[in-house]
């Protein structure tokens, strides 16, 4: 049985990728071009946004199996990014719900994410981009960092076992990762062997208990964004 075939088990013998349990405020909803269609995109961001603030852009779970822009762990990092005075957006990637097209194994859908932030781009030219992804979505934002010229990279549970991450670039912007020591679809081993063949080692946040899909953790993944990344927060009291 190959990798992709025991993933695709797991999913399915214990869980889809779930939706979110709470609507983010969202600031637009919107329809916008992309390489295969349309591209369907929500913003958030809290009440003293400034448009120099830094914009982050967050990569959603496996199309194939529930994974959305309205995923949990998606909804939990936009909340952390909000919190932090940051503007926030997620998409759907191509053939996900109002989104055009067909999966593409991360090849497409690192395409759909850099028209995700040129969009964005033009709309606020003087924005930091902050690039964050779970799962497949952290495999896309890997690939696609050096190419959006993203200043900072949150990986939440690689895949590291299910897509060649030989070929990706190496990181040497600030980054972080976030992984569950029981993660029962990517073998947690196998992330702290990836990680320790970096030649840039990220913060790492090790959640011992908790598994792929971060059950009963998700205000902790919230606490390991807000903390570690403090220093790095907009001054909200100029905003």
Same mark, same amino acid.
């Given at each position: 049985m190959s990798s992709d075939d025991i993933?695709?088990?797991?999913?399915? &013998?214990?869980h889809l990728y779930d939706g979110m349990e709470e609507d983010l405020c969202i600031g637009e909803e919107l329809l916008i071009p992309g390489p295969a269609g349309e591209l369907e995109v929500l913003?958030?961001?809290?009440d003293c946004y400034a448009e120099s603030n830094p914009i982050a852009v967050i990569c959603h779970p496996h199309p194939l199996y529930g994974g959305s822009m309205?995923?949990?762990?998606v909804h939990i990092l936009a909340e952390a990014f909000n919190s932090m005075g940051l503007r926030t957006v997620t998409f759907n990637f191509r053939g996900v719900e109002k989104s055009s097209g067909r999966y593409d194994r991360g090849v497409g859908e690192t395409e759909d994410l850099a028209a995700v932030v040129d969009y964005f781009r033009r709309r606020?030219?003087?924005? /930091?981009?902050?690039? @964050?992804?779970?799962?497949?979505?952290?495999?896309?934002?890997l690939r696609g960092h050096q190419r959006v010229a993203a200043e900072r990279l949150l990986l939440v549970a690689?895949?590291? +076992?299910?897509?060649?991450?030989s070929a990706? /670039?190496?990181? +040497?912007? /600030?980054?972080?990762v976030i992984q569950g020591g029981q993660d029962e679809v990517i073998a947690p081993a196998a992330v702290s062997h990836w990680l320790q063949g970096r030649e840039h080692r990220p913060?790492?946040?090790w959640m011992a208990d908790a598994d792929h899909f971060f059950h009963g953790r998700l205000n902790r993944i919230?606490? @390991?964004? +807000? +903390?570690?990344? @403090?220093? &790095? &927060? /907009?001054?909200?009291?100029?905003a």
């Open positions: 993933y695709y088990s797991e999913l399915q &013998a214990r913003t958030s961001c809290p309205r995923n949990k762990v606020y030219p003087e924005a /930091p981009l902050w690039l @964050a992804g779970f799962s497949f979505g952290a495999y896309v934002a690689p895949p590291v +076992t299910l897509f060649d991450f990706l /670039p190496e990181v +040497t912007i /600030p980054w972080m913060l790492l946040r919230r606490e @390991a964004v +807000t +903390t570690l990344w @403090a220093d &790095a &927060a /907009p001054d909200r009291s100029t």
